[in-house]
């Protein structure tokens, strides 16, 4: 799963077009997205949405209100009968809240008649400043949690920060540790990194070189706002055929070394790191 679009919960509009806009997943958004009036409205077309996709088209995720809200229990009650690829929990502080929401899932999948663990969860990291000292505390958690990503607006607005990013915009300290911290809980909890949305949705180049920079470092996908953003994610997110050659020859240099831990190739050393990197890109290409 490479892109992540979100649609507004309450947008019959948005989420007609989001069907066709090429993303492997959605993110049906009932919470920051949709205002307090609309939330029930949201809940119900959220429902039908998902009750009557073609499961030939992108994953389902829903992202459901914060468990310090009013409308967490409804929002579950409501989206577990529809059957959804996951849940997104947003403003979780740590693995606990996790744990909490897997519980719920627990009930309502055998209220349901739904096979125990069919709703899968990912989770925003990193909304809040007490969340970053939990970090590590996603592993184990559940074996819901297939994915977690990050993000730097709630994060400012709990610090109470005027901007997150710098004068040539580039995230500033705090966020980036936010987005290290995500991908490092991220990969010890056995979880998907997904990078974070680029709210500047009509600037290509920024989301190109955010993209870059996220599977750069280890990210495996990225959440879109706008159908625009789509293809950039998927193509970044798609390894290229330099990409697939170079992984294959160093496949080859390593069976062709025989039982060595260390090989060269084209005068750089190559050691299990690499290998392992290499067969990793092989088998996303084979997905
Ligand atoms: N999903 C599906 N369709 C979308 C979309 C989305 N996230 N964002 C825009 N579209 C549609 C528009 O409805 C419009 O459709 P039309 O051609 O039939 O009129 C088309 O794509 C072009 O949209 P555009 O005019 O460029 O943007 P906009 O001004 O309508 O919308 C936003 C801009 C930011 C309000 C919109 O992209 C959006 O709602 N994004 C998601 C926000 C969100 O979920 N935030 C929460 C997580 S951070
Ligand atoms: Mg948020």
Known sequence: MRSFLFVPGDSEKKQAKAQDSGADALILDMEDSVALSAKATARAMTAEYVKAAPATGPKLIVRMNALDTPFWEEDLKAIVPARPFAIMVPKTISGACIAKVAGALDRLEQENGLPEGTVKLCNVAT????????????????????????????????????????????????????????????????????????????????LRAETRAGLRDGFTGKMAIHPAQVPVINEVYTPSDDDLAHARAIVKAFEEAGDVGVVSLDGVMLDRPHLKQAERILAKAAE
């Open 127 to 206: 909304e809040t400043a007490a969340s970053l000292f939990n970090m590590g505390s996603y592993a184990g958690a559940s074996p819901r949690l297939f994915a977690m990503t990050w993000g730097a607006e709630d994060l400012a607005a709990d610090l109470g920060a005027r901007s997150n990013k710098d004068e040539s915009g580039v995230y500033t300290g705090p966020y980036q540790l936010a987005r290290t911290l995500c991908l490092l809980g991220a990969v010890a909890a056995e979880a998907m990194p997904i990078d974070s949305i680029c709210k500047e949705f009509r600037d290509e180049a920024a």
